[in-house]
């Protein structure tokens, strides 16, 4: 029997291509889609060629994509990057494959767009404003009032994005963060006691949807944010009671079916909040780090499951309970570092019981930018433990033995 066959559009996302084909083993055989205008896929073009079947689509048209030997016969397609979602889109539907359709595709990429259908649909009324200067901000501010969260109209992992308390600071963060369209949306309030006081206030959901059935995966738990709205970590299983946890799913799907998700996978942000939860955003891919927590918790490959609603098929459901209390630890620099001087201890810490691998990514001189968001971090602590208890140890013994100095700006 002739495996089916799934193209994957490349680019920096949720899924290395060494995971993506480790999930597609005995399922699909895998065609990588590259584009070499984005830099990952330059960067990773040969090793990817060495391992699976690439085409080269730099400079083509959807209709010239589709026209490709390579991509004749597809049974499926799919992205892992925030950035080809909307290509994605328009290639499934000029197929007929199984994906987000274009329009949906739209509006889990653009912020605002996102805002507007669900105050349509009546899941969530959230002042915001798009903001292309200084002119649009300043009107954006009457509306929106202080405080409020300026950030990129469309874009990932908190990039260039802050809390902003006065109009000054609204403005100076503005020009800092170049060109470009943003919005200016009022801040959620979330209420720390529902997830923990040790725990962040929002969640994320992890769902997959087939044929129109959403099937909730998981819940992923936050640690706190670092400044501005950085996020430090994840575990799962998360902390919520299932008051909680029902609340949660309910917002979830409800914002699923405004947004007119009818295929694929999904990773929606979630404020925990005095009354309702509210929806932070809903993204149209695979989470950041979450694939990896699932599977080490539950068992579960999101990725294959990804792979299968790429089929239209469903991808089932995690087995009842967890094996462990998986996390993710970022080691996240403080907003004022522009340099790493130095980092040591990894060795150290990898000697301690339930840290299972520390990842460094910044070498000491190595430029360092909060604006980046939450990829600023330095690198990655992954462990496991008992309880949340016991994940709450570990990630203060991690920080605790993990020396690191930096070159900070000078204050104004």
Known sequence: MIPPRIAVVLDFGAATPLSVLAAARGLATVIFLCDHESPYVRGV?????????????????????????????????????????????????????????????????????????????????????????????HAALDEIGLPAVLKPRRGAGSARTCRVDTR??????????????????????????????????????????????????????????????????????????????EAVLGVTTRALHALGVTHGVTHTEVKLGAGQPTIIEVNGRVGGYVADLIRRARGFDLIRAALLAALGRSG???????????????????????????????????????????????????????RDGTLAYLGIVHGAGTDHKEVLRLAELSLRTLRISYELANPL
């Not at 359709?101 to 669900?118: G, S, V």
């Not at 997830?195 to 949807?209: Q, R």
């Not at 691998?357 to 909060?370: K, Q």
């Open 45 to 137: 073009a040969a090793e990817v060629g060495a391992l699976a079947a690439t085409c080269d689509i730099t400079g083509l048209s959807d209709d010239q994509i589709l026209a490709l030997a390579e991509c004749a016969a597809l049974d499926g397609i799919v992205t892992f990057s925030e950035q080809q979602i909307v290509r994605t889109a328009r290639l499934a539907a000029r197929r007929g494959l199984a994906f987000h359709d274009p329009d949906t595709a739209r509006a889990l990429t653009d912020k605002f767009t996102q805002r507007r259908r669900l105050a349509e649909a009546g899941v969530q009324e959230t002042r915001c404003r798009i903001v292309r200067g200084p002119a649009d901000l």
């Open 316 to 370: 089932g459901a995690p087995e009842g309970g967890y094996r462990r209390h998986a996390f993710q630890l970022f080691i996240t620099p403080p907003m004022a570092a522009v340099s790493l001087r130095s980092l040591t201890g990894t060795e150290e810490l990898l000697a301690y019981r339930g840290i299972q691998a520390v990842e460094v990514f910044t070498s000491p001189g190595d430029r360092i930018d909060w």
């Open 168 to 245: 000054t600071e609204a403005a100076t963060r503005l020009h800092e963060f170049g060109d470009g369209e943003f919005v200016l949306e009022e801040v959620l309030t979330g209420q720390a006691a529902i997830a923990g006081a040790d725990w962040a206030d929002y969640v994320s959901v992890e769902s997959v949807t087939s044929h129109g059935r959403i099937q909730h995966i998981e819940i992923t738990g936050k640690f706190p944010l670092a400044e501005p709205l950085r996020e430090t970590g994840y575990v799962v299983p998360s902390t919520l009671g299932d008051a909680a946890r």
